[in-house]
């Protein structure tokens, strides 16, 4: 009886535990999971998301849960279901955000909830639509410089292309002058990098880094890159004119930020579209070992 009562014991309390989480299932929305703990639905509705989306909207209703890669990610695809989510006061964008930012940039959560409001007031405010016209000279200027290094004539894949063209011009007009690396090798190593970084983003808001180690290994490139040229970018004033932009007075930490994308990957999750990479993922980083 001894050996048997701590398996009783066992067997119930996974009984219990079940039918307390279905009965809990039972007061929110339909879930759609997988019989594989954590990873759920992650592999069916990685291969198309938005024909599962669709999917599950038609079998299970406009209001659905999907649990995938450890995390819960609630659907909402009706207009007056969205308006009144939106419009709740339980909604926080600011939390909804930190996790993928920690995981992005490495940034703890003490720091991005006590700067949160001056990030968003720098990015929104001072490279809003609004004020982009402050970087329309200096970018046209080195956007010149790179086309006429490009030569008369030759072939290059249009990605590749634009990526040669406006990595330089970004990094040097938004950051400073001259970051940007000359020597090919260094280019070659930035572009990889880089390139690795943004594409796996979306990923890696979301997975531990453990699992991508290739990604994890662009981003702490990138991040040495930066924190290497803190003293350099902080003092950097344009000649020309003072369309740099003045990250001084958040001090040394702030100057690459990662809250930006993840909010848009976050409202257009919301929204249930596909994710766009709209911002230039330089500013997608943070320096983890400066303090704030």
């Known amino acids: 009886m001894e050996f048997i009562s701590p398996a009783v014991i066992i067997i119930l309390g996974c009984v219990t535990l079940l039918l307390f989480l279905q009965w809990k299932n039972l007061r929110g929305p339909p879930c759609i999971g997988g019989w594989i703990p954590w990873i759920g639905a ?4 990685g291969k198309a998301p938005l024909e599962f989306i669709e999917k599950a909207r038609i079998k299970y209703g406009p209001i659905f849960t999907v649990l995938a890669m450890g995390t819960r990610m609630t659907f ?6 969205m308006n009144v989510f939106l419009k709740s006061k339980e909604v926080n964008f600011e939390l909804a955000v930190q996790n993928p930012v920690y995981r992005t940039a490495s940034i703890p959560k003490n720091i991005f909830l006590k700067l949160h409001e001056k990030l968003y007031v720098m990015m929104k405010g001072k490279m809003g639509t609004f004020n982009l016209y402050q970087f329309t000279g200096q970018l046209t200027e080195e956007l010149h ?8 004539h030759g072939t290059m894949d249009l990605n590749n292309l634009v990526r040669h063209l406006l990595y330089p011009v970004t990094v040097n007009v938004l950051f400073k002058k001259g970051l940007f690396p000359t020597n090919e090798r260094k280019i070659r190593e930035f572009h990889q990098h880089f390139q690795a970084y943004d594409e796996g983003f979306e990923y890696g808001s979301q997975l531990p880094e453990r699992l991508l180690r290739n990604w994890s290994k662009s981003k702490n490139w990138l991040l040495a890159l930066f924190e290497k040229n803190i003293p350099d970018i902080k003092t950097y004033k344009s000649a020309k004119d003072h369309s740099q932009v003045n990250i001084s007075y958040l001090r040394p930490p702030l100057l690459i930020i990662s809250f930006f994308k993840c909010k848009e990957v976050v409202w257009y999750n919301l929204k249930n579209r596909a ?3 709209g911002v230039p993922s330089v500013l997608d980083l943070w320096f983890p070992t400066c303090g704030p």
């Open 275 to 277: 994710p766009r990479v």
């Open 76 to 81: 909402v695809t009706e207009e007056e279901g």
């Open 145 to 152: 410089k790179q086309l006429e290094n490009l030569g008369t």
């Open 42 to 45: 992650g592999f069916e509705f």
